[in-house]
T-cell receptor
Framework: AQSVTQPDIHITVSEGASLELRCNYS??????LFWYVQSPGQGLQLLLKYFSGDTLVQGIKGFEAEFKRSQSSFNLRKPSVHWSDAAEYFC????????????WGAGTKLIIKP | DTEVTQTPKHLVMGMTNKKSLKCEQH?????MYWYKQKAKKPPELMFV???????INESVPSRFSPECPNSSLLNLHLHALQPEDSALYLC???????????FGPGTRLTVT
């Protein structure tokens, strides 16, 4: 069955420290991969996307993610977090045969320690 | 510009009321979506319109009725809702089936 796993329900990081949020997927077809961020009570903002090509993708707000096909992973990274990065982060997967539907991870809540 | 707008921002309605949620995008996207999101959960797909035609209905109760008047607008008509329908309702749009989706800020709906 198709699935997306974000193993960490929440992560606490000190301001200025580096960050890595994990995303693993199980999908038969070649996946399209996305990371979204959601601040409390807000909509989802697209951070970055991977469709094909270079497996290291750059996004907005200083985020990057690396697609590793062998590990079925698409982990999100940031070298130095800011207090404003505190939010919920969702990984999502689609594919050519997915007919508009995305498979979503459960989300990871990022908490920033001052 | 990657903006999707939604109105109202908040809505409180009784179980016998009729109300509508509105969504608008001016990115020329041909696919528009309605999602429902409960607290601390990922969004759940409700409906998809492609080229102004309903493409996907994820077995949503008939008390939710979508409408796509034109390629830029999407409405969600609400009638006889239940308290468990209280949630954040998100609209999204994309260029097509295999493109990234852009989300609006959502409407926080409370059913009393």
């Amino acid at each position: 069955a198709q699935s997306v796993t974000q193993p960490d329900i929440h992560i606490t990081v000190s301001e200025g420290a580096s960050l890595e949020l994990r995303c693993n997927y199980s999908y038969g077809a070649t996946p399209y991969l996305f990371w979204y961020v959601q601040s409390p009570g807000q909509g989802l903002q697209l951070l970055l996307k991977y469709f094909s090509g270079d497996t290291l993708v750059q996004g907005i707000k200083g985020f990057e993610a690396e697609f590793k096909r062998s590990q079925s992973s698409f982990n999100l990274r940031k070298p130095s977090v800011h207090w404003s990065d505190a939010a919920e982060y969702f990984c999502a997967v689609g594919a050519e045969d997915s007919n508009y539907q995305l498979i979503w991870g459960a989300g990871t809540k990022l908490i920033i320690k001052p | 510009d990657t903006e999707v707008t939604q109105t109202p921002k908040h809505l409180v309605m009784g179980m016998t009321n009729k109300k509508s949620l509105k969504c608008e995008q001016h990115m020329g996207h041909r696919a528009m979506y309605w999602y429902k999101q409960k607290a601390k959960k990922p969004p759940e797909l409700m409906f998809v319109y492609s080229y102004e035609k309903l493409s996907i209905n994820e077995s949503v109760p008939s008390r939710f009725s979508p409408e796509c008047p034109n390629s830029s607008l999407l409405n969600l008509h609400l009638h006889a809702l239940q308290p468990e329908d209280s949630a954040l309702y998100l609209c999204a749009s994309s260029q097509g089936r295999n493109y990234e989706q852009y989300f609006g800020p959502g409407t926080r709906l409370t059913v009393t």
